[in-house]
């Protein structure tokens, strides 16, 4: 049995492996990330090349739900007498997530950095893309123009310290 690889975090713009080494092809390998109303999914390189990932932590960004549930019978099975269930206030957090399936979701963008182009998918509306990519902008290796598929460009997004 074949252990999934984990992905690697490293501060810095990392250099890509040869092409003939077992790293490539993990850089091959699928990347999702998931944020607060949708998610961005490519290949995991070109994640790595695009974006300082050491510093974002997208899924611990959780948001608490307050949660009531009111007050009611249950019967669990017929002709059994109804037992009351009392009302029930929690809260919990949500966490960030994606829905799979084995159809491609999202939508294909081009995403456009200073060492080239490459198709996402992205997941959710592309203004709640831009806002949580625009909240990042200072983990973005370079300047970085996203086109939905649709050829609508949106950025470009600015680097505050471009190509480290």
Known sequence: MTETPTPKFIDGRPNP?????DEYKRWSEQLTVAYDGGYI???????????RFATIDAACADKPVAVVRKQHSRVNRIGDPATQIA????TYNKYPKRNSSLAAGGAAYTIHTDVG??????????QTFMAWACERKNEFYSDTSIQ?????WYGPISAATPNQ
């Open 17 to 21: 492996p040869a092409v003939d080494s």
């Open 41 to 51: 999914e490519a290949a995991y390189g070109n994640l790595v090349q695009t974006l």
């Open 87 to 90: 009302e029930a206030r929690f």
């Open 117 to 126: 182009s490459y198709t996402a998918r992205i997941g959710g509306d592309v």
């Open 148 to 152: 939905t598929g649709t050829g609508a």
